[in-house]
């Protein structure tokens, strides 16, 4: 049997829209996210908030392995989004990610082109924790002054490969990062060095 989506459609897509953008506008500061969701695992309630929240049809998702290997995950997000799924990560909108410590490095994603850096792609990492503290310094766009903060897990090299992401800018991947009740952005703009 299929798991419902939203209770309350639109509302419940508003809300975790709202949730998203505010924690994209301020790097760092994890925002309250509840969608009161059970989807099938390995899909988190988070993951599938922003799923249902931010794709459809004209945006490609890229499932990563644990999540691909579950038929229940893309039944569920093909039924409640009508989004496409790929294989191929820079073919990807949107990348979900169940297993940060094995996403594949960002550079396989797509970083948007020169006329077109909206086309880049936005990974959401399901975390299994994101606390403040020593981890990550975050400065930018959003910040005052400093931010730390401490996701974990994060993939190998992760403040190497932002790095590199970073010095694209516009051009880049954006991410979203999720814990259980609670979203995290990490947008293209931002610095990121070991705190």
């Not at 924690?23 to 908030?49: D, Q």
């Not at 294989?87 to 990807?92: F, Q, R």
């Not at 909206?118 to 310094?137: H, K, N, R, Y």
């Not at 730390?148 to 880049?172: I, K, S």
């Amino acid at each position: 049997m299929l798991a419902p989506g939203f209770a309350d459609p639109v509302h419940d897509a508003q809300a975790t829209f709202r949730a998203v953008m505010d924690a994209l506008a301020r790097p760092g500061l994890p925002r309250p996210l509840t969608p009161g969701l059970n989807p099938p695992v390995p899909l988190t309630p988070e993951l599938a908030a922003v799923a249902l929240a931010l794709t459809d049809a004209d945006t490609p998702v890229w499932l990563d392995a644990g999540l691909a290997a579950e038929p229940a995950v893309a039944t569920y997000l093909r039924f409640h989004t009508g989004a496409p799924l790929t294989e191929d990560p820079a073919g990807a909108a949107f990348a979900l990610v169940s297993d940060p410590a094995r996403c594949p490095p960002l550079a396989a994603f797509a970083p948007g082109t020169p006329a077109y850096p909206d086309t880049s792609t936005t990974l959401v990492l399901a975390c299994a924790a994101i606390t403040d503290g020593e981890g990550l310094s975050l400065t930018g766009p959003g910040i005052r002054g400093t931010v730390r903060v401490a996701p974990a897990p994060l993939p190998e090299g992760f403040v190497a490969q932002r790095a590199e992401n970073h010095a694209g800018f516009p051009l880049g991947v954006d991410l979203i990062l999720t814990t259980p009740g609670r979203v995290a952005g990490l947008p293209r703009s931002t610095t990121v060095t070991e705190g």
